[in-house]
């Protein structure tokens, strides 16, 4: 690849608008899990969280909800009172991606959580759908 092209390359990709860009890309993280006694370690949840773009106290109260659980969050983990595996984890999270991050028209990540008092509302940005959220 020629030194011209990649700066022509890097060039067009600024041009393309953020939010595409990322929907291109867009992926959850795998849940990395640790078992310790009777409880599970959600190493990684804090990255999850920010790669849905949505509030950890969100995510966490929908997980233990799903898993039937008390649990909390201890700093970027997630802790849970039983043992459950990396697909159970990984199955919630793509659940809660499905209800509360992707556009339930068009697909795309590129939405908003908005908070009306006790409702919920999904605000996607691609194609300007809405939608009302049961709470968690
Ligand atoms: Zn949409």
Same mark, same amino acid.
């Given at each position: 690849? $020629?030194?011209?092209?990649e ?11 953020? =939010?595409?860009?990322?929907? $291109? /890309?867009?992926? !959850?993280?795998e ?5 310790? @006694? ?7 949840? @804090?990255?999850?969280a920010s =790669? ?7 995510? !966490? ?8 659980? =008390?649990?909390?969050?201890? @700093? ?20 809660? =991606? ?8 068009? @697909?795309?990540?590129?939405? /908003? ?5 006790r !409702? ?6 691609a ?6 959220? /049961?709470?968690?």
């Amino acid at each position: 690849m $020629s030194e011209d092209y990649e700066k022509l390359l890097d060039h067009a990709l600024k041009q393309i608008p953020k =939010a595409v860009f990322e929907s $291109s /890309r867009y992926q !959850i993280p795998e849940a990395e899990v640790s078992i310790v @006694g009777n409880r599970t370690i959600l190493r990684n949840f @804090g990255g999850i969280a920010s =790669a849905l773009n949505r509030e950890p106290e969100h995510l !966490i109260k929908y997980l233990l909800r799903e898993l039937g659980v =008390a649990g909390n969050l201890e @700093g970027t983990q997630a802790v849970f009172q039983g043992k459950f595996s990396n697909t159970a984890v990984n199955n919630r999270v793509r659940r809660y =991606a499905e209800e509360f991050v992707l556009c339930h028209e068009c @697909g795309k990540p590129d939405t /908003r959580l908005e908070r009306r008092g006790r !409702i919920y509302m999904l605000r996607c940005e691609a194609c300007g759908a809405r939608a009302s959220m /049961r709470s968690v």
